[in-house]
């Protein structure tokens, strides 16, 4: 629930069109509401002006559904992560309108069309291995309202394909570097910019990778600045963070003619 829809809510009361004990009803499941195998938390579009994420793996396609069309009733859109066929069609069930997007995984509706800023993400991938984890985020940033544009498999072993590339890094706000193997594009991404850069590790590799540890560790002692980490294959996150970022970066840019 919005903070909108509190002041349309209260409005309602007021002008006699709902009485007290309706009004109570409406709001009584508004910091939670208590599924038995879930609590749904209402509240955090008020809070974060974004409502709660649904993370699906390790849920049946029937929680992942209850716990969607409640939120769906608070709110006009939801983003569920680590979807797969059978959790898209529980939800497809309530809201036909529920889309999969199969690369990165994830599940949205959108009954209200969020937007999109005059600034922009960049969400980048060393290789097409890195896709799926490049998608998340960048659905994820969409999803919040956010211009995204994607650069796919410019990775180090062919570093003429990042450098030819420089005028999109320099056009965007944010930057989402996603590496897997030795994880090394984000630090030589941020030595190009001034961009902050968000850099997901990958678990994407052979065994000394370590399942993206190998890439997290270099992530986390790059020597350039301006870096940031988040963990292994957590586009979500790098998404998050990215379409908050960016919020700022819009916020500040003069009216447009």
């Known amino acids: 629930m919005k903070e909108q829809q509190i002041r349309d809510l209260l409005e309602r009361m007021k002008a006699g069109e709902i009485d007290i004990n309706d009004t109570v009803s409406e709001l009584k499941n508004l910091p939670y509401e208590d599924l038995g195998f879930a609590m749904v938390d209402h509240h955090r579009a008020l809070r974060k002006g974004y409502p709660e994420t649904i993370f699906a793996a390790g849920k049946t396609p029937e929680q992942v559904g209850a716990i969607a069309e409640k939120i769906l ?15 898209y069609q529980a939800v497809l069930h309530i809201d036909g309108s529920a889309e999969y997007h199969e690369a990165a995984r994830v599940i949205t509706v959108k009954r209200n069309d969020p937007g999109q800023t005059r600034s922009r993400i960049l969400v980048m991938s060393a290789g097409t291995s890195d896709m799926p984890v490049c998608e998340e985020a960048a659905v994820t940033a969409e999803m919040m309202g956010n211009r995204v544009d994607r650069l796919y498999d410019v990775g180090v072993a062919g570093i003429h394909r990042l450098l030819n590339n420089r005028h999109r890094i320099e056009e965007a706000s944010v930057l989402v570097v996603v590496a897997g193997m030795d994880g090394a594009l984000p630090s030589v991404t941020a030595g190009l910019t001034d961009k902050p850069v968000i850099a997901v590790p990958t678990s994407v590799g052979y ?10 560790l270099t992530m986390l002692n790059s020597c350039a600045c301006g870096v940031t980490v988040v963990n ?25 003619e």
Do not use: M, Q, W
């Open 207 to 216: 065994g000394a990778s370590f399942g993206g540890l190998a890439a997290l």
């Open 73 to 87: 009733e608070n709110s006009n859109n939801v983003l569920i992560t680590r979807a797969d066929e059978t959790a």
């Open 232 to 256: 292994i294959d957590n586009g979500y996150g790098a998404g998050y963070a990215a379409a908050l970022i960016n919020k700022i970066a819009d916020s500040v840019l003069p009216p447009s």
